[in-house]
């Protein structure tokens, strides 16, 4: 399991993804701007992964903090709230976080700043050590859905990159393979800045799982010959109906299994799920530089000069499409994803929530 953020000192550590699969160099975050510029320039991404960096962000900067009460400490850490808030606009893991972080603070008001800068970083390794059982969880849970012999096919990278560890889609596939299933992944390349390329092949062959990369466009061909069994993608924002926004892409994704009658399934922690947005028409789409699209990584230009671009980061995945959800309360279809709202003290085994059963997918359609 590659670790994608930690404390070491006092300060941050960021795995620097935008060097991988050729260089494993880690970024040291003094300062709470180090991190915002590593979320907003993709040093780290992944939407549970850039909430925790966040966290550990919103930590660096309350420890600057010069503050004598609460109010005072509360109003000169509102702008680093805000800062990390404007990096990605999509993920809503990073709201997630800096709601829970403030939640903190409002309950611990009567202690000194000291205190509260103490709890701020210890707060942000609990969501680190949180996701990375969390994940665990999604993976036994999706592991019931991959059967021996399959081939999974994922979109960008919703490995133990994306996360504090272990993964989310990828969590399902390490857990699976642990089972002593004999399964193969396919990996898109994702366009334009090649997360599947870069990073889930990578992490995959580390782990010693058979991955075979390919293009964006090759999904189709490999599905209508019957060359893929499911699919299982990450999430960064997912709406109370089940609709997922995730990387570029997916979407057209999803259309191909329900075309191919194909499982689409979507790993999606309760940290990702938004259940105050009623639908994925109100989710915030980001839209990322021009040069993503026309040059290959700043080095090699490979469209006309001055030709317009259209860049958006994230595409929203209907709920028709999601055969069903993968969540560390156990598997829900898009329908019954509400019943979810206000669930963290609830059990799996809850059968008021009526999970979604393995044996309720058919082999050959949705």
């Known amino acids: ?23 494993t160099v880690y ?35 309350a420890a600057e903090i010069d503050a004598e009460d609460h109010d005072s400490f509360i109003k000169k850490l509102l702008p680093v709230r805000d800062a990390l808030l404007a990096t990605r606009p999509t993920a809503v893991n990073i709201q997630w976080a800096m709601e829970r972080m403030f939640a903190l603070l409002s309950i611990n008001r009567e202690l000194p700043v000291g205190e509260l800068k103490s709890l701020l970083a210890d707060e942000s390794q609990k969501i680190l050590d949180e996701d990375i059982r969390i994940n ?112 570029i892409g997916t979407y057209q994704v999803a259309v191909l299994c329900k075309e191919n009658g194909i499982p689409f399934y979507v790993a999606a922690p309760l940290s990702s799920i938004d259940f105050t947005m009623a639908d994925g028409s109100l989710i915030p789409i980001e839209e990322r530089p021009a040069d993503e699209v026309t040059d290959v990584f700043g080095k090699v230009k490979i469209a006309p000069e001055g030709v317009k671009v259209r860049n958006p980061a994230f595409d929203v995945t209907p709920h028709r499409y999601v055969t069903a959800l993968f969540t560390e309360k156990g598997a829900y279809r898009p329908k019954d994803l509400w019943r979810l709202s206000g669930s963290a003290n609830l059990s799996v085994t809850d059968s008021a929530l009526a999970p979604f059963r393995v044996d309720s997918v058919k082999k050959t359609g949705i």
């Open 1 to 23: 399991m590659v670790m994608t953020i930690y404390w070491e000192g006092g300060q941050v550590m960021m795995l620097d993804q935008s060097l991988l699969p050729v260089e």
């Open 136 to 247: 665990r969880a999604i993976g036994e849970v999706g592991a019931s859905f991959i059967h021996d012999g399959d081939t999974v096919l994922t979109h960008c990278n919703a490995g133990s990159l994306a996360t504090g560890g272990y993964g989310t889609a990828t969590a399902a596939i390490r857990v699976a393979v642990e089972q002593g299933k004999r399964i193969k992944v396919v990996a898109d390349e994702t366009r334009p800045v090649l997360q599947g390329a870069r990073l889930t092949a990578w992490e995959l062959m580390q782990d010693g799982i058979d991955v075979t990369l390919i293009s964006d466009t090759a999904a189709g061909s490999l599905m209508q010959h019957g060359e893929i069994d499911l699919a299982i993608v990450g999430t960064d924002r997912t709406t109370r109906n089940g609709d997922v926004a995730n990387k």
């Open 27 to 61: 970024i040291e975050c003094r300062d709470f701007q180090t991190v915002a510029d590593g979320i907003r320039r993709l040093k780290i991404r992944g939407a549970p992964a850039i909430g925790i960096a966040a966290a550990m962000g919103l930590a660096l900067g």
